[in-house]
């Protein structure tokens, strides 16, 4: 028995197997820990093999984080993009959306945890400075224009809209996008934590919350701003 495992048996194992093992391990402590906490002993340990060998694949923590979430966002990218194109306008593309999130959140637990993570954070940590995080901050990016595609998919289609009006959309879609997005793992976070919750309910719900709410802003429906909204209680 060696550090690398079960014998010389478990050090035959070919090298795409190897590394197919390797990120598959790396991933559920990202997801775990979360990439600050996670060191690479962690990994070496829990795929029992020595620290020697996983530097032999991965020359950094930085380099296999990268791979790991590079991973996550050709899957989840593709999935989002193949509802979306399925989707017949824009109220279907979002629950189409909602859906996708739902499922991957199921059949991938340790990647959501790790998307769940740090996906929103602040472009200037050090995640990011080091490179790390790209994968994560285009994930945010792909998801982002599209959300901005199915908000914008009728003005721009709109012959009558004048390119001052468009414009305004466009600036308007790219402040409600967080909005949208965060309001979506939000609620599949939520429903993680409650399962005794009918996952339809919770997908309704999410859909309800962000297609209603856009449909009030569309008309021009706008709550007072605070100033205004205290003189008139006044």
């Not at 901005?148 to 004048?162: G, N, V």
Request: neutral net charge; proline residues 4%; without cysteine.
């Amino acid at each position: 028995m060696t550090a690398d495992g079960a014998g010389a048996g478990r050090r035959r194992m070919p090298q795409a197997r190897r590394r197919e093992q390797l990120l598959r391990v790396a991933l559920a402590e990202f997801g775990g820990r979360g990439y600050h906490l996670t060191q690479m002993e962690h990994v070496a340990a829990a795929a029992q093999v020595s620290k020697a060998l996983l530097y032999q694949h991965f020359t950094s923590k930085e380099e296999l984080f990268t791979e790991v979430t590079e991973a996550i966002v050709a899957e989840l990218t593709g999935r989002l993009n193949a509802a979306v194109l399925a989707a017949h306008g824009s109220a279907d593309g979002i629950r189409a959306m909602i859906r996708v999130l739902f499922d991957y959140a199921t059949e991938e637990p340790d990647a959501w945890a790790l998307v769940v993570r740090h996906l929103d954070k602040p472009l200037d940590e050090p995640l990011d400075r080091s490179g790390a995080g790209l994968g994560l901050r285009e994930l945010r990016d792909r998801l982002g224009a599209a959300f901005a595609d199915l908000l914008l998919r009728r003005r721009r289609a709109d012959p009558k809209l004048s390119r001052a009006a468009l414009e305004v959309n466009e600036r308007r879609a790219r402040l409600l996008v967080p909005l949208m997005y965060g309001s979506m793992l939000s609620m599949v976070s939520w429903w993680l934590e409650h399962p005794d919750t009918p996952r339809e309910r919770a997908e309704q719900m999410a859909v309800e919350f962000i297609w209603l709410g856009l449909d009030r802003l569309r008309t021009g429906e706008r709550l007072p701003k605070a100033d205004e909204a205290g003189q008139a209680e006044g």
